[in-house]
């Protein structure tokens, strides 16, 4: 899945190629189509903003949101240039002066007025952006206190009503970075050890975002801890099994 350091990349690329562009917008997929976007035809994109794994494109009175899962995905090209994908899987595409940006796939894609953008349900309810210019670890940290202590850090980490932007990813990577197991309980760990885990997450996404590569140390790894030598694990964690890396010895 996307994560907030990939969403934010996509926003660079999106507003390099098309913001403050009037754009033709059509829906080669019935999906797109059924979403409403052939309604953004002809409108200026004023701007475009991110929140975690969520990107918004707004255009005067109408945004466009998408949040792309597992198997979407944002690309950029010229004017003629061949797709990577098949142009029927396309479910927008937004044609400026010399580029063209298409989503393909994931689930969703709405358009809705952009004065409910603050108050709409899917965005209301997210936690902290992660990679906000304005992120407040303090307030991060009471959030994860006002949650049920009893779940794992590794699955809290996941919430997006808890922080927005964290991934699978990012998820393990932290943990091993703060060298803290993403197996303990909320309620053992301390608040200077969540709040490490928080840098640690906040510092290697942005560095992704700025290099656009992902230098990973216990994520996927098969073979022995790049730093004691030990067996590096892997199982699912939570409701929804996603599998977390971690270090038995290095992480306590």
């Known amino acids: 899945m996307a994560e907030g350091d990939t969403i934010l990349r996509i ?33 200026l994109l004023e701007r475009i903003e991110t929140h975690g794994k969520h990107l918004t494109l707004v255009f005067g009175e109408l945004a466009l949101h998408s949040h792309l899962g597992m ?45 409910r ?12 952006d992660i990679l906000s210019p304005v992120f407040n670890a303090e307030r991060a940290t009471a959030a994860f206190r006002a949650a049920d202590q009893s779940r794992t850090l590794g699955e809290a980490l996941l ?8 991934g699978n990813i990012f998820k393990s990577e932290a943990c091993f970075a703060a060298r803290i197991s993403p197996w303990r309980t909320l309620a053992q760990v301390s608040d200077q ?36 030598g030990g067996p590096v694990q892997a199982r699912g964690q939570g409701d929804a099994n996603r599998t977390t890396w971690w270090c038995e010895r290095c992480q306590l």
């Not at 919430?159 to 964290?166: E, M, N, R, S």
């Not at 997450?201 to 790894?221: I, N, T």
């Open 11 to 43: 926003k660079h690329r999106l507003a390099d190629a098309l913001a403050g562009q009037v754009v033709a917008v059509s829906a080669p997929s019935p999906r797109g189509r059924a979403a409403g976007v052939e309604r953004l035809d002809g409108s």
């Open 193 to 228: 050890e969540l709040l490490a885990v928080l840098s640690c997450a906040r510092e290697q996404m942005l560095d992704a975002v700025a290099s656009g590569r992902k230098a990973f140390s216990v994520y996927h790894h098969r073979g022995p801890c790049i730093v004691c």
């Open 71 to 115: 198997n979407g995905g944002w690309h950029v090209y010229q004017h003629g240039a061949r797709w990577r994908r098949a142009r029927g899987s396309a479910w927008v595409v937004l044609r400026g002066e010399r580029h063209e940006a298409v989503q393909f796939s994931g689930p969703t894609l709405r358009v809705l007025p952009t004065r």
């Open 117 to 128: 953008l603050v108050l709409d349900p899917q965005l209301a309810r997210l936690g902290q």
């Open 159 to 166: 919430d997006q009503h808890l922080i927005a932007g964290i």
